[in-house]
């Protein structure tokens, strides 16, 4: 069983940058394809990014592109999401997946990022 726990969150104006990260317990996730997703308000959870477990195939959102960056680093079980050029559109919880490619997905609690205009 892997525990997934996000941090990083918070309430900044548009045009700023944020990091979340995401480190998880109870087992590696070394083996793991890793993700980030966000729900809005009375919106679909929807994926934002995500990233092979050697690190080296990354994808993500349209929406989102050329903005965030996704990286990990095994060697402390812990996945980053470098979010810059943020947009009010941008607010949202954002939850740390582990297993992504699998229905059998791992879940963190969320982390709320707000961004003000």
């Known amino acids: 069983q892997v525990q997934l726990v996000e941090s990083g969150g918070g309430l900044v104006q548009a045009g700023a940058s944020l990091r979340l990260s995401c480190t998880a317990s109870g087992r590696a996730i070394l083996y793991y394809a890793m993700g980030w997703f966000r729900q809005a308000p009375g919106k679909e959870r929807e994926s934002v990014a995500s990233?092979?477990?050697?690190?080296?195939?990354?994808d993500y959102s349209d929406s989102v592109k050329g903005r965030f960056t996704i990286s990990r680093d095994n060697a402390k079980n812990t996945v980053y999401l470098q979010m810059n050029s943020l947009k009010p559109e941008d607010t949202a919880v954002y939850y740390c997946?582990?297993?992504?490619?699998?229905?059998?997905?791992?879940w963190g609690q969320g982390t709320q990022v707000t961004v003000s205009s």
């Open positions: 997946a582990g297993n992504v490619n699998s229905p059998n997905k791992y």
């Open positions: 990233i092979s477990w050697t690190g080296t195939s990354t």
